[in-house]
């Protein structure tokens, strides 16, 4: 979770995490720490498209959102058998 905390933070973070935010393979993560701390506008750029989907994906509202609409149809379904 720290991942995401540095992307909202608008910090370079890099990690190991193939299953949701980097999806660089474990070879190449050497190769994208380098270039994030040399390659300025790199840097720039990849710091903005993490903190971008921090707040695309994993913002209050949009869990909220997420959550919200798994749920509704199961609520509806019981509230159904209710009546």
């Given at each position: 979770?720290?991942?995401?905390?540095?992307?909202?933070?608008?910090?370079?973070?890099?990690?190991?995490?193939?299953?949701e935010i980097i999806k660089t393979p474990f070879a190449q993560i050497e190769d994208l720490a380098w270039r994030v701390l040399e390659d300025v506008m790199f840097r720039k750029e990849y710091v903005q498209r993490n903190y971008d989907y921090v707040k695309r994906v994993r913002s209050l509202e949009s869990v909220h959102k997420l959550y919200y609409d798994t749920l509704k149809p199961i609520v509806l379904k019981k509230l159904k058998k209710t009546i």
């Open positions: 979770m720290m991942e995401l905390e540095c992307m909202a933070c608008k910090a370079p973070i890099v990690a190991m995490d193939s299953f």
